[in-house]
């Protein structure tokens, strides 16, 4: 991104952005402009939410519009746990999946009443009053004075009575004997259609973040947030750290049920939801935060007069640097978050298909729950490091599990990427030597595959662990990128870089080892090869 005519500096090793005097909040518009409400819309459903009068009322609409959306989300069996299915979805058996769907929705509508305290008796009566009228215009008016959303009670008291009939129905769907996929579908698309139509609580826009439950509330989180002066990079670091929390109240969520044997599969439809948004924000975080970067980066340069180009090249080089680092803190994020999704989904979680016991059910949930909670703080810690490099764990999550839970995570990746580049080094030197040799499409596909687990896994290990031949191995990775087939000079170089690079790694990984967070934890190198099995078949 930086001009062709001069060469500036080598970046220093930990880069921060340069202010520019912004002066507005990409932060706050992040929280208004997901919201997908008008602007009287948002009013008035702030002022509803700051009259309501109980303590819980946060967590009580939080749960609401996530099981709303998970409801949505259960209807797509790629959001289910378990591995690739043997039969069919359409020769499957859903019932099991329509009864979870139904207690679900029953726990929606109790969530309404409570939202709506007296509004939901007066609706109650009014439900009354419909059965007594004998007239059918009279019926009919009723029920469409009852339709109107001018306000957000008028919204629940909407949502409340079409989840209820709608409930009705599964009832009687549940009494057949089998429930094939297009009828469990058909159920939860009536759901979704209702959801989609209401005025004050539709919360199935991807990436969305609601201001009543999403801010967030960890002081040096904020602070991080707001030392990115780049608004382009502001915008997507917040994304980042609204999105990671999200996910930890997902968690929470899910962790919540365990604890209630009668309605543990309900966890299924939280687990749907977790899917999706992990998908979503997997997808943003390697695909289009990048671009987003980029494009915010070339508007500030095209407001630059070409006179001062020069003057600020060395600044604008490190600006773009660090950009640059960004981008790859978050596609780094962007692939433990997958693999940590595809080990709660395709390992840890029993699928609903096989009718678990409450006891492997929960043992399964709270697992996926320990691991992932472990990838999203570290993911929390990698990202605030990026922007301010000295900020220490124990500021972002506070005690010993914290600390411990992010060495290990880091344990756990050097040793992968050391396994990596061992792999590559061993495959790279058994080619036979000839003139030729890295010239086949078979051995340059050997080689992108490396440069992809590069990307994925060890860039951020490399920054993270302070090598003292940064510029030298980057440089010659760097140069496997630029060609279409291999050079034989440059994969030499490479081969030994990564030789060396692995021989640092094994040393990092007992230095991790030695940390005081860490002292008495045995590494489990059996998980680690798992995740590792995962990771190269994402």
Known sequence: MASETRQPAPPPRSLTPLGRGRVRDPYADLLRDTRGLRREQAAARDAWFAGLRW??????????????????????????????KRSPTVALDFKEELTIARMTLFRVVTLCRQLLDTRDRAYVFQRYLETLLPEDPARARMQRDAAVQESPEDALLHLRHSLTLIGELMDGLLRLERVPFRLFHASLAM????????????????????????????????????AVDNDAAHRVTALGFLSMFRLLRYSQLVRALVGEPQQLQRVYVLLALLRSDARAIVGYL?????????????????????????????????????????????????????????????????????????????????????????????????????????????????????????????????????????????????????????GSQSSFQFVREFLGYFRSMGYQLLRASDYPDFDRFLTAIEGLHESDFVDPARMISAINECERFGLFLVETFERISQRAELVGQAFDKRAAAVALRLHLGA
């Open 55 to 84: 303590d819980r009322k946060e967590e009580t609409l939080f749960e609401l519009e996530m099981l709303l959306k998970g409801l949505v989300c259960f209807a797509n069996p790629r959001n289910h746990p378990g591995g690739a």
């Open 191 to 226: 759901v979704q259609r209702e959801i989609a139509r209401n005025q004050f609580f539709n919360p199935l826009i991807a990436l969305e973040f609601r201001p009543e439950f999403d801010r967030i509330r960890t002081v040096p989180a904020l602070d991080v947030i707001q």
């Open 286 to 438: 390697r695909g289009r935060a990048g671009a987003v970067l980029a494009d915010g980066y070339e508007r500030e340069l095209l407001k630059i007069p070409a006179r001062e180009i020069g003057q600020r090249f060395d600044q604008l080089a490190i600006e773009a640097h660090w950009l640059a680092s960004l981008r790859g803190t978050l596609e780094a994020i962007a692939s433990s978050l997958r693999v940590e999704i595809r080990a709660v989904f395709e390992v840890r979680v029993p699928s609903s298909q096989r009718s678990p016991s409450s006891a492997d059910l929960a043992r399964g949930v709270v697992s996926a729950m320990d691991g992932l909670d472990e990838v999203v703080q570290s993911a929390v810690v990698r990202l605030a490091q990026a922007i301010r490099p000295s900020l220490d764990t124990g500021d972002l999550f506070d005690g010993l599990d914290a600390k411990r839970t992010v060495s290990e995570r880091l344990r756990r990746d050097v040793w992968m990427f050391a396994q990596v580049l061992r792999a590559f080094v061993t495959r790279a030197r058994a080619v036979p030597e000839s003139d030729d040799a890295w």
